[in-house]
């Protein structure tokens, strides 16, 4: 196969003549500042949609930590005040306030006893079950404790 020269000379000659002229390269140039600008912008909004989010995220958290604080500057404020002081002391300490009256309950050891005995008759019973008794009482949805 010959490559003829003067069809490429030809050749050369119509892409110069048709194809590069001022107004063809212009439009093209044209085109492509077109596109990159658009995508440019593209970009730009979304890098602004992201640090948006940021700032939004941050003043949230800020908000949420002005809130903390408040919160613990009025919990300061009350643990400074006497009623707490006063709170504090009776729980810690067992301390009787001014003009109250305490009341002493005798626990009555036959009752205490009482039921410690109800309590092993019914493990007692609880445990003379037979297994085919256990699984009926698991199938009927009845309670049941572990043996």
Do not use: P
């Not at 085109?31 to 941050?58: C, D, M, P, T």
């Not at 903390?68 to 400074?80: A, D, F, G, P, V």
């Not at 001014?98 to 109800?118: H, R, S």
Request: hydrophobic fraction near 35%.
């Amino acid at each position: 196969m010959k490559i003829d020269k003067r069809k490429i000379r030809q050749w050369k000659f119509k892409v110069n003549k048709d194809l590069l002229t001022w107004h063809n390269i212009l439009v093209v140039l044209a085109v492509f500042l077109a596109v990159n600008w658009f995508f440019s912008g593209v970009k730009s909004i979304e890098r602004n949609y992201k640090l948006q989010r940021k700032i939004n995220h941050k003043k949230s958290e800020l908000r949420l930590l002005e809130l903390q604080t408040i919160n613990l500057e009025n919990e300061n404020e009350y643990y400074k005040t006497e009623e707490y002081q006063d709170l504090a002391l009776r729980q810690n300490m067992n301390k009787i306030g001014k003009g109250e009256k305490v009341f002493v309950v005798k626990l009555d050891q036959n009752w205490i006893e009482q039921q410690k005995k109800l309590f092993e008759t019914k493990k007692i019973k609880q445990t003379k079950l037979t297994n085919f008794q256990k699984w009926m009482l698991f199938f009927s949805g009845k309670r049941h404790k572990k043996s």
